[in-house]
Each structure stands twice: as structure tokens, then as C-alpha cells.
């Protein structure tokens, strides 16, 4: 489990915590993808990524036509305490290439949760990758639900949300999809999870024996 966030402890305490946190996933296809708890050097790295973002990926991610973050932004989403805002970073071949984080206000259940993924990971299963750390973060922390606020033409991120295989709640509201998501894990979930692992791992299985191949 994702406890305290790095920002909470001293410098070599802080370093200890996060590699002790990072764990190693496989997307969709096989590839390989470190995801771990945000921590405020990398806001270089966030701030490169979401400048690579495509113009419709930042509008369906922030609302609005913009190139990049701002410092409070990158400030606010790089220190978190992992207890009211909680963030979770993946990287590919030392590349970040998606993020996501939830806030919740103090002594609330429930928690407001976003995500971002680089164009080129995007319908590879990143953001499930994603959101699956968080949903073990927020458990931790006695969150019982997510919330996120969806554009309608946001079709990907609302087919994430679904996949996860959890008890979802949507309705219309101001121009957008409000989600809901119990975070009790659920006999489709955890299904759902395995059949996830299985097909990577099996992608993964193909791609090696194709290498091999190709070096015989």
C-alpha cells in the first residue's frame, strides 16, 4: 500500500519511501511501465509531458484550449501528502508518459480523481494502470468513492472507468458526465483485473518469442 507522500519526508527518507513504492506493470500490449507516487522533482518531467500533449487531449484533461500547466499547477499536483491529494506517475523507458491524482477535502469519503496519458499510450491501458495504483492509495486512506467530472466526447476515459469493473453510478450534469465509483473492489473488478494481467503478460510472452526469433 501507497502511504505518506515523499513531500512529508526528509530528503533521503523520502527517496527510500518512493523506490520502495515503485512497482514495475505491463500495458496492454506487453510493454513495460514503471508507476510510482509523484514527488516534487518531477515537475520538469510533468510539465515537458503536458506540453507533448496534443491540444484535444489538454482540452478533454483541463477544460479549455491551453498549451502546458502553470507553476501552481505543476506545484500543487508535485506535493502530494498522500493522504488528501495523492499523485501517481508512469514512466517508459524513463519517459513520463501519463499521470493521476485525487483531492479530497478534509474528513471526506470521497475523492475527485483525473488522469492524463501521452497521446502515443493512449487505448493501451495505461490509465486503468493508472487509476488502479490510486484506488489502492485511496483505499489505504479510507476513501470508499471516486468522483470525476467527464466531457460527453471524452469516450476513452469513460470507457477506463468502466473497464475497471467496479460499481458505477454516471448522470448528466452541466455539460458533462459526472462519474461516480464505489471503490469496494467487486467480483467484476477483480475479474476484470485478471483477464487485464493475463493478456498483458501474454503480449508480452509473444513479443519476446518474436524477438528471439528474429535473433535466431
Known amino acids: 500500500m501507497w502511504l505518506a507522500g515523499a513531500a512529508e519526508l526528509g530528503s533521503g527518507e523520502a527517496s527510500l519511501a518512493v523506490r520502495a513504492r515503485t512497482h514495475q506493470a505491463l500495458l496492454a500490449d506487453g510493454t513495460g511501465v514503471t508507476l510510482r507516487p509523484i514527488r516534487p522533482d518531477d515537475a520538469e518531467a510533468l510539465a515537458e509531458f503536458n506540453r507533448r500533449l496534443s491540444s484535444e487531449s489538454l482540452y478533454l484533461r483541463y477544460f479549455s484550449f491551453r498549451r502546458g500547466i502553470g507553476e501552481r499547477e505543476l506545484d500543487r499536483f508535485t506535493h502530494a501528502d498522500g493522504r488528501l491529494h495523492a499523485g501517481v506517475v508512469a514512466f517508459v523507458g524513463g519517459e513520463l508518459v501519463g499521470h493521476a491524482c485525487f483531492d479530497r477535502k478534509e474528513g471526506e469519503l470521497d475523492a475527485e480523481v483525473a488522469f492524463e496519458v ?99
Open 118 to 216: 501521452a497521446d502515443a499510450f493512449q487505448g493501451r491501458g495505461l490509465g486503468t494502470l493508472l487509476l488502479e495504483a490510486l484506488i489502492r492509495q485511496a483505499r489505504g486512506e479510507g476513501i470508499y468513492t471516486f468522483t470525476a467530472r467527464v466531457l460527453p466526447q471524452n469516450r476513452k476515459s469513460l470507457e477506463v472507468f468502466r473497464d475497471l469493473g467496479l460499481d458505477e453510478r454516471t448522470r448528466f450534469e452541466e455539460g458533462c458526465v459526472l462519474v461516480s465509483l464505489d471503490l469496494a473492489p467487486t467480483e467484476a473488478s477483480c475479474a476484470a483485473e485478471r483477464k487485464r494481467h493475463a493478456r498483458a503478460r501474454s503480449a508480452r510472452s509473444r513479443d519476446r518469442s518474436a524477438r528471439e526469433r528474429g535473433e535466431a
